[in-house]
Each structure stands twice: as C-alpha cells, then as structure tokens.
C-alpha cells in the first residue's frame, strides 16, 4: 500500500456506531485515513457521485434504504473505491447478496476489531486497483489512454438507450487528421508520435469529453456528444 493518506467515507445514520468505526480506523497503525462522515442515505449518495474516495464502510441498515442500495448507486456512478458492508447481524444470504452486488467484504460489526477491518480495507484497496489496472489493458488504447474501440461501442450503446429513453438527441463524430498515416510511416508509430503528437492531442480533447471520446485501433479517434 502507498503512503498517502487513503481518503474513506463511512456511512452509518447512527452517530454512536460511527465514533466506534471512527474509533476502530484510528487504531491502525500501520494505515491512515482521512476519514468523512455521511449521516444519511442523501448525503451518501451525493458523497459517492463524487466518485473521491478511495474505500466506502457501509452500514447495511439506512433507515428505508441498505448498503445494497448504495452498492447499487456506486456501479451506476462507475465509482472506483471498493466498498465495504458492516452489519450488526451475521445473516448468509445478506452476505451473499452483499457479494452478488459488489462488495468487497462484509463484516459484523460485534465481532470486529481494527485489526481485521485494516486487512479488510488493505485488501479491498488491492484488489481493486488490480482489477482497474486489468481493465485498462482491457477497454483502454496504449498509445492515447482513450477508450478503445470495445468501449466506445459499450458506452455508445448505453447513451443511445440514455437518449432513447429520456427523448434526447445524439451525434456521433468521426475525427479525421490529414496526414496522420504520413507522419506514421515517417516518423515512427510508437517513437515519436505517442510523445510529440498523439498523446498531446488526445488529452487535450480529453479535458472536454472524458467520458465520450475514443480511438478505434489503426484509426483516427471518434466521439459521440450527447
């Protein structure tokens, strides 16, 4: 695990069982947080759109609402933290469900002391960022960073649906730069145009439409604008 300071959002409606999991994360010696504090269902939710923290401790009881439901706002928001359910009961099929929907682990909270939670988290944050680098290799190009032709198709799809469902318009733009396949064949496809054109180009168009910006492989990259 690195050195910085792990950012964790802990979400329990009740305050007495927030100060003992605040309690727990401050005895570890050997993992610091910052930790924030969401009292409510509400505040949760707008804490994971932010899509800031680097590990979620769940309480599976938030009044009408369960840690389940939050898993579920955390894979519509694509969050990049793993999540972790605590419970006062040790029920398996909540266990299972809790797993089924993502989380990284579930612990009983009677049974838990800071030591088993700081594996707990190490592991989870492990994992994760394992699986996020397996899914760069995957869905990513290795010459720009963009999204490659798998994912752009994916997301493409889902904003199609988006737009159907909502009655909203769609373009799609396909990026043509001339010369591109000149510069390749004379300069070097890897040398020097990942370092002194590619990749320059790209993160600038990047900063605008992170999320709907592509390059298909051998090709010019496409966009889709909502």
Not at 45 to 65: K, T, W
Not at 79 to 101: F, H, K
Not at 195 to 211: C, D, V, W
Request: charged residues 25%; proline residues 3%; hydrophobic residues 40%.
């Amino acid at each position: 695990m690195d050195a910085r300071r792990l950012k964790a959002l802990v979400v329990d409606d009740d305050e007495d069982d927030y100060l003992l999991t605040s309690a727990l994360l401050a005895e570890m010696p050997n993992l610091k947080l910052n930790v924030e504090w969401a009292r409510s269902y509400a505040h949760a939710v707008e804490a994971i759109a932010r899509d800031e923290h680097d590990i979620y401790l769940l309480d599976y009881s938030l009044g009408q609402h369960t840690g389940l439901d939050l898993l579920h706002e955390m894979a519509a928001h694509t969050c990049r933290g793993p999540a972790i359910i605590l419970t006062g009961c040790n029920e398996r099929c909540v266990d299972l469900e809790a797993m089924n929907a993502g989380a990284a682990d579930y612990l009983v909270k009677g049974k838990l002391d800071a030591d088993q939670l700081e594996r707990s988290i190490r592991y989870s944050v492990r994992q994760r960022r394992a699986e996020q680098q397996i899914t760069r290799m995957a869905y990513y190009d290795g010459l720009t960073n963009l999204p490659n032709r798998v994912l752009f198709h994916d997301r493409l799809q889902q904003a199609v649906l988006h737009a159907a469902r909502y009655h909203r318009r769609l373009a799609v733009m396909f990026l043509d730069i001339d010369n591109f396949k000149l510069l390749n064949d004379r300069l070097g496809h890897q040398a020097y145009l990942s370092k002194r054109f590619a990749r320059p180009l790209y993160a600038r168009m990047l900063t605008a439409q992170a999320q709907r910006l592509a390059r298909r492989a051998g090709a010019d990259p496409d966009a889709f604008v909502p």
